[in-house]
């Protein structure tokens, strides 16, 4: 039989104070602010509105991070939310509240502290939430994701801790007053995935809200997706975002011309972009080549005013051949999957400056057999001080294309996955490989493919001789170094449509030859 502990002194003063709905309203002027995330926490776990709603009105710090606190969208809590944050922004002067004593505020800004050092989004924390008057501030930013679970944990007693003056003013980033506080617009920040399904209450609820008051409020966005054909509501939303605030867009799509069109501008604003990945981008069969050129025009067209872009990811886009040179931000990541390359894309890879600072560089499923390795062994020798990354998967490279780029390959001393499934190579190269990249010391992931000799004359997999093999290659670094992550992968068995994977030592496959 468990013992179930007792109540807390504070939970059971929460239970008290929210059994009486009126006094729990009036007794919030006199809360230490310490004390507010836990109380919110509870009432809105019990489902107090009211008391939430007053809550957000006298909210003592610049951000409410009320995403973190919902499983899934809550439209109800929402509309407690932007009902207390209605009040707020009918006055044109910061809220009277009653001062708190100077111990008292004294001892809550000590307790901040420490907490602003262990959370994510630093800066939008460290604001002095209580002045040196003793007022209180009014929420700047309702965040709406699933983060910052930290803030909620954080405001227990066993982790609040005093700290010094000098802590104090060293995480004291904000410089404005309260005054300068209320002038700012309210920031509502949310991830967005749109979809060509109607918007669910949650969102038309936000939207319609947002709208009715876009010279006080500001709808931001770090993170964007897009699900199938963009809709005159996709269209709506992004108009209402603030566009220079989203850092991370994905499109999935089947684009069509007036879509594009209508959709393409809105790129060019995102001016601190940082990540863009577009798939399954292609154009309807009876679009003419004029059309298709005028579609990439207008989208390529807006990679020239994305200044902060650094990760380019793009798969299965059809759109794409002969047009890389339209990318000319410097990229740390860059992704090209899956779509067929030009001879000139395929050069001028090696000769623009946005290789030159690759950090991670991903072709699988690009078809390398008929062009020259030389323009891969160029970028490799650029990059070898930093590439981390290096994906050629599936990209059907024969045994001298690899051995043309081993040179270059071995001096990316900072290379930390690198992956080769999907290419038919002989044992020897495979040999070669390995003692290229033996004292790659950094290399923590290894996936290789299974030597050609692996398989019979017609294309099925011999188990017994695939796996003396991979044995002897995963030997011959284990003579240099202790491989961390190390897979030998086949192709599809034509027997039974499976593939064997060797991991040092054990081989799996659940093909009945296997036995």
């Known amino acids: 039989m468990s013992i179930q502990s007792p109540p807390t002194l504070l ?11 009126s006094r729990a309203i009036l007794d919030l002027e006199d809360l230490p602010i310490e004390l507010f ?29 009320l995403g973190a606190l919902m499983r899934q969208p809550q439209p109800e809590m ?34 901040l502290s420490p907490i602003w050092e262990r959370l994510p989004d630093v800066e939008v924390f460290v604001a002095a939430v209580v002045t040196q008057q003793g007022g209180r501030w009014k929420p700047q930013v309702l965040d709406l994701r699933n983060v910052h679970g930290n803030f909620w944990r954080m405001w227990s007693g066993a982790v609040v801790v005093a700290c010094s003056p000098e802590d104090m003013k060293k995480n004291q980033k904000l410089k404005h007053g309260p005054a300068m506080a209320a002038k700012l617009p309210l920031k509502v920040v949310i991830d967005l995935c749109l979809t060509e399904r109607p918007m669910n209450e949650f969102q038309a609820h936000l939207f319609l809200w947002v709208t009715q008051r876009r010279d ?52 060019g604003q995102m001016r601190n972009l940082r990540k863009l990945l577009v798939s399954q981008v292609r154009v309807p069969a009876h679009t003419s080549p004029e ?41 740390e990541a860059l992704s090209i999957t899956n779509c067929p390359l030009s001879d000139s894309d395929w050069n001028y890879l090696s000769q ?17 057999t008929n062009f020259s390795p030389e323009p891969l062994k160029i970028i490799l020798e650029t990059v070898a001080a930093i590439l981390k990354s290096l994906d050629l998967e599936a990209c059907e490279m024969t045994d001298s294309q690899l051995q043309a780029i081993l040179p270059a390959l071995s001096r990316c001393s900072q290379l930390r996955i690198l992956c080769f499934f999907g290419n038919r190579i002989s044992m ?30 017609q294309g099925a997999i011999h188990p017994g001789r695939c796996s003396q093999l991979c044995a002897e290659l995963t030997a011959i670094l284990k003579d240099f170094r202790q491989p961390n992550i190390l897979i030998f992968h086949t192709v599809s068995c034509p027997q039974c449509g499976r593939m064997f994977l060797y991991n040092q030592g054990l081989i799996y496959c659940s093909c009945p030859t296997a036995a």
């Open 78 to 111: 929402l509309r407690v939310a932007l009902d207390g944050l209605d009040m707020l922004l009918a006055q044109q002067e910061c809220p009277r509240l009653p001062v708190l004593p100077a111990r008292r505020g004294g001892e809550a800004l000590a307790m």
């Open 352 to 368: 623009c400056p946005n290789t030159s600072q690759l950090r991670h560089l991903d072709l699988r499923g690009i078809k390398l």
């Open 291 to 331: 059309e298709q050129e005028w579609l990439l025009a207008q989208l390529t067209s807006q990679f020239l005013r994305m200044d902060s872009l650094w990760k380019f990811c793009v798969d299965a886009v059809l759109l794409l051949e002969g047009h890389l040179e339209h990318l000319k931000t410097p990229l």
């Open 216 to 267: 006080m409020v500001h709808l931001c966005c770090k993170r964007l997706k897009i699900f199938g054909k963009p809709t005159r509501h996709t269209r709506k939303v992004l108009r209402l975002l603030q566009l220079d605030s989203v850092q991370k867009v994905e499109v999935h799509c089947t684009w069509v011309p007036s879509t594009l069109a209508a959709c393409a501008p809105f790129l």
């Open 428 to 457: 020897s190269v495979l040999r070669d490989l390995l003692l290229h990249t033996a004292r790659l010391s950094q290399l923590s992931r290894e996936l290789y493919p299974a030597p050609l000799e692996s398989y019979d004359a």
């Open 11 to 21: 939970e059971l003063a929460w239970s008290s104070l929210l059994s009486d709905k």
């Open 37 to 65: 995330p836990p109380l919110f926490v509870e009432a809105f776990s019990r489902g107090h509105t009211e008391v939430l709603k007053k809550m957000v009105q006298t909210w003592p710090f610049t951000c409410l991070p």
